[in-house]
């Protein structure tokens, strides 16, 4: 039987062009990381375009309160509350994308803004000493306050269990069969952010997503010239680039003068109010909120998505290492990654990006879509990040980008991350009933358990879990809304009680447990090492 298959389990993917540690050429290292930048934008747009009107804030520009000056009162010019967040998510991105390549797991992974933050911070914002503020900025800069004080105690959370390597000893528990459901949970469980926000409108939507599935898949092959294949490494620019431009066109022509709101501010590339409220230079600094607030209800509840981010991210690292043709993540690099992410979150808070990081799923996928792996380009991706936040008009042009265009991006971007996800069933003995039960139930109770939640969750009320103590509500609404936590949960549990001693091999444990441990397979040390000779400072175990 083993003599006609033509292909056993590999512990690396074998048809992507450039590794973690190999380069593309200088100037298409430059392009993909642009890509990667565009790629990151859909997110960092529109979670502050949710979250800012919510605390108050506006995405135009506003006269303040008179300020004196030698000729007589004169005011002054608030700029959009909206693209401020939007430059100062962005600026900590960058931030911390750069980090973690340089010093956390050292894969090609963007560190971008999280959905998994918005029910915590849906509670801060209805706390009732915020909702008394009658003045709508003076509100929204209260609230941000609130945020960033609730962040930076929640960060502890991933400092403390990334850098005590408590997260890396919990991993031991994980095996191919475990994160198999998890990894493919953290594409799938985004599936209300690819054809339901692409519906919103379909004819910008449905054209981006056939043509990225045309040049990416159908035309790869297609070459300007014998090592040039344009249509494979830059897919989403040239997609981007012509459906934007049709979309222009459909706004300047009147298409959607009578539309539906939301249709409008799907479609339109004039809704975004970005442009003309971005300054035109701008260095965002820490505290530039004012100083955080402190409330430990605010506190216990941004601990949930701090918990939630974490299984995420671990699920994405776990993508992005295929991806980019390297080992599974050693528990000492996963540990000290997370750790990094818990300073990511910290910086988060300080600077005030109105939420908390997690790693772009978004991006994992295109390192699949145009099969570079390179971590110099996610790095040089990073100094766009914050190359285009500091000058905000050029950034805000392509931050204005509509939001349907993204949606088809991610039902392939997605996609692709899940069935990474599913690759690691082929280390595993799919023909045992146990195996399947536990794959099966992983998967359906990971989908199923958060669309009852999100089905019962509305901004203005508390969610499912509807107690006196408003911080329970939040931490287990957000706890209970994520695919890729209740996953793990169901996964690790069943993985690890059912028939545990007997079923080892077909866990698939035999090809796992060599990466547990930073010396257990000599490709670690190639691919995980600390840059500057900082494994000498930081020997890893």
């Not at 994308?97 to 894969?107: N, S």
């Not at 994405?316 to 979150?345: C, D, E, H, M, N």
Request: hydrophobic share 50%; charged share 10%.
């Amino acid at each position: 039987m083993a003599d006609i298959i033509s292909h056993p389990p590999m512990d690396q993917l074998q048809d992507l062009e450039y590794c973690i540690d190999s380069n593309p050429p200088w100037a298409e290292t430059i392009i993909l990381a642009f890509q990667n930048y565009i790629v990151m934008l859909g997110t960092s747009v529109m979670i502050p375009s949710v979250l800012v009107p919510a605390m108050g804030g506006t995405d135009e520009l506003a006269i303040s309160k008179m300020d004196v000056c030698r000729d007589g009162p004169t005011p002054s010019i608030l700029l959009g509350d909206k693209a401020r967040v939007i430059q100062t998510l962005l600026f900590v991105a960058g931030i911390n994308t750069l980090l973690q390549a340089l010093f956390g797991t050292r894969l090609p992974a963007v560190v971008g803004g999280s959905y998994a933050y918005v029910v915590p911070i849906a509670y801060i914002i209805r706390d009732t000493s915020l909702q008394r503020i009658t003045d709508g900025h003076e509100r929204f800069i209260q609230t941000m306050r609130a945020i960033q004080g609730a962040l930076i105690v929640a960060s502890s959370i991933q400092i403390i269990l990334g850098y005590s390597q408590v997260w890396g000893l919990f991993s031991r528990f994980f095996s191919p069969l475990g994160m198999a459901p998890v990894v493919g949970l953290v594409g799938l469980g985004l599936f209300q952010r690819g054809f339901p926000a692409l519906g919103n409108c379909v004819e910008i939507g449905i054209p981006m997503l056939l043509l990225v599935i045309g040049l990416s898949q159908y035309l790869k092959h297609v070459r300007l010239s014998r090592s040039f294949p344009i249509f494979e490494r830059f897919p989403v620019l040239i997609c981007i680039a012509f459906v934007w431009i049709y979309a222009i066109i459909l706004t300047a022509s009147g298409a959607y003068r009578e539309t539906r709101l939301i249709t409008q501010n799907s479609c339109r590339t004039d809704r975004a109010n970005l442009i003309s409220t971005a300054p035109w230079f701008k260095f965002p600094y820490p505290l530039q909120w004012g100083p955080p607030t402190f409330s430990a209800g605010h506190s216990f509840a941004m601990m949930s998505a701090v918990l939630v981010s974490m299984v995420e991210s671990t699920g994405a690292y776990k993508a992005a290492s295929r991806l980019a043709i390297a080992t599974p993540p050693p528990a000492y690099v996963l540990s000290r990654g997370i750790g990094w992410q818990g300073i990511g979150i910290l910086l988060d808070g300080l600077f005030g990006t109105g939420t908390g990081s997690t790693v772009s799923v978004e991006n994992v996928g295109l390192l699949g879509l145009t099969r570079v792996g390179s971590r110099r380009v996610v790095q040089i991706s990073a100094g766009f990040m914050i190359f285009f936040s500091i000058l905000g008009k050029f950034g805000a042009v392509f931050a204005s980008i509509p939001f349907s265009i993204f949606a088809a991006l991610y039902c392939v971007l997605f996609g692709l991350v899940a069935s990474v996800g599913l690759s690691f069933l082929q280390f595993t003995n799919m023909n045992s009933m146990r195996n399947l039960i536990i794959t099966g139930l992983s998967l359906f109770l990971g989908i199923s358990i958060p669309q009852f939640f999100n089905e019962y969750w509305n901004p203005a009320h508390n969610g499912l879990v509807h107690t006196h103590a408003g911080w329970f509500n939040a931490f287990l609404n957000a706890i209970f809304s994520s695919p890729a936590t209740v996953g793990l949960i169901v996964a690790v549990l069943l993985d690890n009680t059912l028939e545990v001693e007997r079923s080892k091999k077909d866990r698939g444990m035999p090809w796992w447990v060599k990466f547990r441990t930073f010396r257990g397979d000599n490709r670690n040390e190639e691919f995980y090492t600390l840059p500057f000779n900082l494994n000498r400072f930081f020997p890893p175990t």
